[in-house]
């Protein structure tokens, strides 16, 4: 793999901003627009589940096929394309044809977009900024934050605003942001695909299906990695069925209007902002284990708070807590992956996490919609408010400054701290 200098991370970077402002602005439409066609929870959270849905269907087959490809040229395309379908979606709304059934499918298909995108972009990191444990840990900072600052501060009040005053707008400025970033992803100089040592010992390739049970066989094994995986798979599967439908109690025990939602998804994101700026300093005075266990516990108390909480501004202020806390787990454990796993599987392992961090969410989209439902719209928030610290705790005894250092050790890395 060709590693390219420091204006490919620029680009990347730069990509990365402009096409979260217009997922902020989307994200907040999104459910505003569904809200507005059925008050329904459970059907209100399938726009949620399909989304998702692709992690857990093509999750393992894009890291795969990213491990093969140039993964450079999988994600200006795949924005091209998405710029496509999100206009596709603004023209329906316009001419008032939108439908859950219609959210649904763009969701899917966006979805699908997403599992190639997000993981090329973290596959190909290590090859834009090394795989030195501090500048991944900076780079990742970086990512996070701008990601933050434009999809989760910017664009949601943005996106509430726009959808109270016309409709399909928020969906074009979306499809604005996906040709922009196609187009620095494009422009950033290097290869990203394997290299020729990468291949089979005889120089042909095997078989897909061989290639994605290596990434797994190699996650299965790695114990830190593959209890860190299994944590935040039940985690996103509780943590989910609050988000899918957030924007209805937002609106019915909050009393927000589309604005108001928009403020809302605001106040993680200026908790995520400060995480950011912390996380990797966090490391040396805290320790990686204790962050990525004690930021689940303190991000679930947050959110159970939250599911007791009838006030919009302290409901705001327990939102910035889960988002520091999100963005500082996020940031240590993003960082420690590409560390510790080879490159030639770093797209694989990474859809194999995602299978279970990110392919619980449709799971918990529904749980969600059906807890709503039965139990009243605060039953998702309080449910994982409890269980996530328990499952935190279960994890210690593969989760510790000691198995960290070991697995270091054993990926011939620093000890760290």
Same mark, same amino acid.
């Not at 500048?135 to 949601?156: D, K, W």
């Given at each position: 793999?060709?590693?390219?200098?420091?204006?490919?991370?620029?680009?990347?970077?730069?990509?990365?901003?402009?096409?979260?402002?217009?997922?902020?602005?989307?994200?907040?439409?999104?459910?505003?627009?569904?809200?507005?066609?059925?008050?329904?929870?459970?059907?209100?959270?399938?726009?949620?589940?399909?989304?998702?849905?692709?992690?857990?269907?093509?999750?393992?087959?894009?890291?795969?096929?990213?491990?093969?490809?140039?993964?450079?040229?999988?994600?200006?395309?795949?924005?091209?394309?998405?710029?496509?379908?999100?206009?596709?979606?603004? $023209?329906?709304? #316009?001419?008032? &044809?939108?439908?859950?059934? +219609?959210?649904? =499918?763009? *969701?899917? /298909?966006? %979805? !699908?977009?997403?599992?190639?995108?997000?993981?090329?972009?973290?596959?190909? $990191?290590?090859? #834009?900024?090394? &795989?030195?444990?501090?500048? +991944?840990?900076? =780079?990742? *900072?970086? /990512?996070? %934050? !701008?990601?933050?600052?434009?999809?989760?501060?910017?664009?949601?009040?943005?996106?509430?605003? #726009?959808?109270?005053?016309?409709?399909?707008?928020?969906?074009?400025?979306?499809?604005?942001?996906?040709?922009?970033?196609?187009?620095?992803?494009?422009?950033?100089?290097?290869?990203?695909?394997?290299?020729?040592?990468?291949?089979?010992?005889?120089?042909?390739?095997?078989?897909?299906?061989?290639?994605?049970?290596?990434?797994?066989?190699?996650?299965?094994?790695?114990?830190?990695?593959?209890?860190?995986?299994?944590?935040?798979?039940?985690?996103?599967?509780?943590?989910?069925?609050?988000?899918?439908?957030?924007?209805?109690?937002?609106?019915?025990?909050?009393?927000?209007?589309?604005?108001?939602?928009?403020?809302?998804?605001?106040?993680?994101?200026?908790?995520?902002?400060?995480?950011?700026?912390?996380?990797?300093?966090?490391?040396?005075?805290?320790?990686?284990?204790?962050?990525?266990?004690?930021?689940?516990?303190?991000?679930?108390?947050?959110?159970?708070?939250?599911?007791?909480?009838?006030?919009?501004?302290?409901?705001?202020?327990?939102?910035?807590?889960?988002?520091?806390?999100?963005?500082?787990?996020?940031?240590?454990?993003?960082?420690?992956?590409?560390?510790?796993?080879?490159?030639?599987?770093?797209?694989?392992?990474?859809?194999?996490?995602?299978?279970?961090?990110?392919?619980?969410?449709?799971?918990?989209?529904?749980?969600?919609?059906?807890?709503?439902?039965?139990?009243?719209?605060?039953?998702?928030?309080?449910?994982?408010?409890?269980?996530?610290?328990?499952?935190?705790?279960?994890?210690?005894?593969?989760?510790?400054?000691?198995?960290?250092?070991?697995?270091?050790?054993?990926?011939?890395?620093?000890?760290?701290?």
């Amino acid at each position: 793999m060709k590693v390219a200098g420091g204006s490919g991370f620029a680009k990347l970077w730069g990509a990365t901003a402009v096409s979260n402002v217009g997922d902020g602005v989307y994200a907040t439409a999104l459910p505003l627009l569904a809200a507005s066609l059925t008050r329904d929870p459970l059907l209100v959270s399938l726009v949620s589940f399909a989304e998702w849905l692709p992690w857990l269907l093509f999750g393992l087959l894009s890291g795969a096929l990213l491990d093969r490809w140039d993964r450079r040229r999988v994600m200006w395309t795949v924005d091209a394309a998405r710029f496509a379908i999100v206009g596709g979606l603004a $023209l329906a709304v #316009l001419m008032d &044809r939108a439908s859950i059934a +219609l959210l649904a =499918a763009v *969701g899917f /298909l966006l %979805g !699908t977009g997403q599992t190639l995108v997000d993981t090329g972009a973290h596959s190909i $990191l290590p090859a #834009l900024v090394s &795989r030195d444990a501090q500048r +991944l840990e900076r =780079a990742n *900072g970086r /990512l996070a %934050g !701008t990601q933050i600052v434009t999809q989760e501060l910017a664009g949601p009040p943005v996106g509430g605003l #726009l959808f109270s005053l016309t409709a399909w707008v928020p969906f074009a400025v979306d499809a604005v942001s996906f040709a922009a970033g196609s187009a620095l992803v494009a422009s950033i100089r290097g290869h990203f695909g394997p290299a020729t040592g990468e291949l089979g010992s005889d120089g042909r390739r095997t078989t897909l299906r061989s290639e994605i049970a290596e990434g797994l066989r190699w996650l299965a094994a790695h114990r830190v990695l593959r209890a860190t995986a299994a944590m935040v798979a039940v985690v996103n599967l509780l943590a989910a069925g609050g988000g899918a439908v957030m924007v209805l109690f937002a609106q019915e025990r909050l009393g927000l209007d589309a604005v108001g939602f928009g403020l809302l998804l605001s106040g993680s994101a200026v908790g995520g902002v400060l995480g950011s700026l912390v996380a990797a300093r966090s490391v040396a005075v805290v320790g990686t284990a204790r962050i990525i266990v004690g930021a689940m516990i303190v991000s679930a108390l947050a959110f159970l708070a939250f599911g007791l909480s009838s006030d919009p501004r302290l409901a705001g202020v327990l939102m910035g807590v889960v988002g520091f806390m999100t963005v500082v787990f996020n940031v240590v454990v993003g960082a420690l992956r590409q560390a510790l796993t080879p490159d030639r599987l770093l797209g694989r392992v990474i859809s194999a996490f995602r299978l279970f961090s990110y392919g619980s969410v449709p799971v918990g989209s529904l749980l969600g919609g059906v807890l709503a439902r039965s139990f009243g719209l605060r039953a998702p928030f309080l449910v994982a408010g409890i269980v996530i610290p328990v499952v935190a705790l279960l994890c210690l005894p593969a989760i510790n400054t000691r198995t960290i250092a070991e697995a270091r050790a054993a990926a011939g890395l620093e000890p760290g701290p």
